[in-house]
């Protein structure tokens, strides 16, 4: 295997790293995104380093794949400013990476998938949607629910797992948390200005807004390459439900696995499911069923398993 940086043009330039493996080129390649927030190219956030998408691309590496993941707009290398980016944003930035991938000597650029993880599983479907010409498309814990009912089904999921002492407070404050989340919706659908305070916290509320209203169903629906899908059982974040709704919906074959006690970090978790575990899930690597999933998947579709593996 072997890393180089990769800077994909346009407004911001986006920084990133092409990941080859120890085969002789042109290979197929696969594009990583990464989830929400300010997340650089291995999926790490400054408070918690997920790796998805530097496991990924170590693991594809390995299988035979290249693959680029990239910093995110205002993160790492990337230069502008994450909180203003809204959703459609970054996935123009998914397609710009798409293109600067498939134009390197040492990638065969009809033989590239997405993958994208949480909000970068919905900027692959979205850029599949818009023709991107992909060889098939990799949705890890992807949703298929309107982002307004997602985000109060979060709250319903994830208030239970709050330590007793918030869950006392919020009992004596009568508060419902469902009710809390939807009235910031409100606030957040009545703002005009890319940054916003909501609850004393700047918000990127350009992004919230193009969430709150954005139905993947729709592009799902267009989506005319094969799809492999694949969500945990006890994701807090994302219904595993739907992947009956992306099966249903997507019209190109749709593989979808359902993994046993995944959460959304993509590792396992004992016990009953709970955001307060994450921690402890980091300090280990991408669930290594995930992993033979996407690499075994991604070579059958690039047509990679009917040449002999170097």
């Known amino acids: 295997m072997a890393e180089f940086p990769l800077t994909v043009p346009g407004d911001p330039a986006l920084a990133g790293t092409l ?3 120890d085969s002789p080129g042109p290979v197929p390649a696969v594009l990583l995104a990464p989830g929400s927030g300010p997340l650089d190219r291995d999926s790490d956030h400054r408070r918690m380093r997920l790796g998805v998408t530097r496991d990924l691309a170590h693991a594809l590496a390995a299988a035979g794949l290249a693959s680029l993941r990239y910093d995110k ?15 459609s944003d970054n996935a123009d930035d998914l397609v710009r990476a798409l293109g600067a991938l498939a134009a390197r000597p040492e990638v065969d650029g009809g033989r590239v998938v997405l993958a994208g993880h949480s909000e970068g599983a919905l900027l692959a479907t979205m850029a599949a949607a818009r023709g991107a010409r992909v060889a098939g498309v990799v949705l890890l814990a992807g949703s298929a629910t309107p982002g307004d009912e997602l985000l109060r089904w979060q709250a319903r999921q994830i208030a239970p797992t709050l330590p007793a002492p918030v869950r006392g407070v919020l009992w004596l404050l009568r508060a ?5 989340v939807a009235a910031n919706h409100e606030r957040l659908r009545a703002t005009t200005t890319d940054v916003a305070r909501v609850g004393g916290a700047r918000v990127n509320a350009r992004w919230h807004r193009d969430f709150l209203a954005y139905d993947p169903r729709g592009d799902l629906a267009r989506i005319a390459v094969p799809v492999l899908a694949v969500t945990g059982g006890k994701d807090l974040q994302v219904p595993a439900a739907d992947l009956d709704t ?3 919906t997507v019209p190109a074959p749709v593989t979808t696995l359902r993994v046993p006690d995944l959460t959304h970090t993509l590792r396992r978790q004992p016990g009953p499911a709970s955001l307060r575990a994450y921690r402890g899930e980091l300090a280990r690597p991408v669930d290594g069923e995930v992993l033979d999933a996407v690499t075994s998947w991604c070579r059958t579709v690039t047509g990679l398993d009917r040449v002999p593996a170097a």
């Open 73 to 87: 707009r205002g993160v790492g290398g990337s230069p502008g400013d994450w909180r203003r980016a809204g959703l």
């Open 246 to 248: 992306i099966a249903a």
């Open 176 to 180: 419902d948390l469902e009710r809390k």
């Open 19 to 21: 990941t080859l493996p």
